[in-house]
């Protein structure tokens, strides 16, 4: 299903003359409105009427976490505060949070593009939509909240926690669609196992998950384990939140709401512009905001952008599933390290669980990296040469995949913390901050 067949399918031509017309306005309007703005463009020596193709998006300056931290709370609204109706902000853990501000229209143009991305996974008026994103000031759950009822679904905001409560509702309530982060979604699917739960008992037909990176391998795991379609949602509190891209069917890339979103791929290292098809950061412009527009937001997320009609029929421009963070990332021994590399490595061996913790460490000055994996009920009771050989196949698995020989260590069952949001998987005790 296409929730929105005029916008989701637009011809190129017609949504570059879309794209130039809308970024236009949001530059005069952040300029206008926003003095962050009108200083940062004065000091680049650029005026909105400097805008005259989407090349010339290179011209404006970026805008950084920092610099939104900078503005905290409401200094870069481009409307006073009476007219804004809903605040959320991320979590703040490494100083002030980022605060991001909708008027009515935010959030409508909100619930459209979650609409769109339930949509992709099938969602219909007729749906259950089992909502298990944390509500409150994350971006998470009150954004699929608003799509949802837009959509026509009936939403349940049971948020994250209390894991044999979502089962109960799941069977109780017949729930057809999941949201949630993949992490909580592969715990609710042990648990579910754990109880002896058939199958059959559960309705469920899509996920849709999001708010941490993980991997095609993770994909496969959730799909067999709950016998849904999971699909990659992707989002973040600066530009909107949960909305911004999402899978459809094909599974082959997330399809960027670029009518709402404008994208670009920088080199993090030398801040140039990258070509269609080539890594590197994600860089984002919200065009249609009114409460708190957007210009040229480094993501920090490294992906890939490709063009091209997708099997489904829409036209939007795809992302590559994110594989790590251009400032998140583990470098070890000169070695750059993302943990769904780790991840992908683990999920390559048949039986392995997808629950592990990175450990970063510097004893006598040299980078040490340990991966603390899960073994399987089964495996930890097996005679110790077995279990060696297992432990030998992970390390040569992630040796190959990143080039770097690790420390293996085999945990009990169950013995790793399980996270109802955003999953940990890297502890750096190398005090490089």
């Known amino acids: 299903m296409i929730w929105n067949e005029k916008a989701e399918c637009m011809p190129a031509q017609e949504k570059e003359t879309l794209q130039l017309k809308r970024l236009q306005d949001v530059v005069k309007r952040a300029y206008e409105n926003v003095p962050y703005y009108r200083k940062k463009l004065d000091e680049a ?10 090349k010339d998006i290179e011209k404006i300056p970026f805008t950084t976490k920092s610099d939104l931290r900078e503005a905290y709370p409401f200094g870069m609204f481009a409307v006073s505060t009476d007219e804004i109706v809903e605040i959320h902000t991320t979590s703040g853990t490494t100083g002030k949070p980022t605060v991001s501000g909708y008027t009515p229209k935010d959030l409508e143009l909100w619930g459209e593009v979650i609409a769109r991305a339930l949509s992709m996974a099938g969602a219909t008026k007729k749906d259950i939509v089992q909502n298990c994103y944390g509500y409150g000031l994350f971006t998470g759950g009150l954004g699929v909240h608003h799509g949802g009822q837009k959509l026509g679904c009936t939403v349940i905001p049971i948020s994250a926690g209390n894991t044999k409560r979502q089962i109960e509702i799941i069977q109780d309530f017949k729930s057809t669609i999941l949201t949630c982060t993949p992490s909580y979604a592969m715990y609710i699917s042990e648990v579910l196992e754990r109880e002896g739960i ?4 559960i309705k469920l037909k899509a996920g849709v998950f999001g708010a941490e990176m993980w991997t095609e391998e993770m994909r496969n795991e959730i799909e067999r384990r709950l016998d849904i379609d999971a699909l990659n949602i992707y989002g973040l509190t600066e530009i909107i939140g949960p909305g911004v891209a999402n899978e459809c069917m094909e599974k082959n890339g997330l399809h960027i709401f670029d009518d709402h979103f404008y994208p670009e791929i920088l080199d993090p290292q030398t801040l140039e512009t990258l070509p269609e098809g080539e890594k ?6 919200t065009l249609t905001r009114e409460g708190m527009p957007v210009l040229r937001f480094r993501t920090r997320d490294i992906t890939v952008l490709r063009k091209g009609e997708c099997g489904c029929g829409r036209t939007h ?35 392995m669980e ?7 460490s510097r004893p006598e000055h040299l980078d040490e990296l340990e991966v603390q994996v899960e073994t399987s009920p089964a495996l930890f009771s097996d005679e110790v040469k077995h279990v ?24 009990e069952p169950r013995s790793l913390p399980r996270s109802e949001g955003k999953a940990v998987r890297v502890i750096d005790k190398r005090g490089l901050n």
Request: proline share 6%.
């Open 280 to 285: 590197g950061e994600l860089v984002l412009t």
């Open 45 to 54: 020596g650029v005026t909105p009427e400097d805008i005259q193709t989407l």
């Open 198 to 201: 058939p199958k059959d008992d």
């Open 317 to 351: 421009i795809k992302m590559d599933r994110v594989t790590g963070r251009s400032d998140d990332m583990l470098k070890v021994r000169g070695v750059i390290v993302f943990p769904s590399q780790i991840e992908r490595a683990l999920l390559k061996i048949p039986g």
């Open 388 to 411: 060696e050989q297992v432990k030998k196949s992970i390390q040569k698995q992630i040796h190959d995949e990143i080039g770097l020989r690790v420390n293996v260590t085999l945990v």
């Open 354 to 360: 997808p629950n592990y913790l990175i450990i970063a």
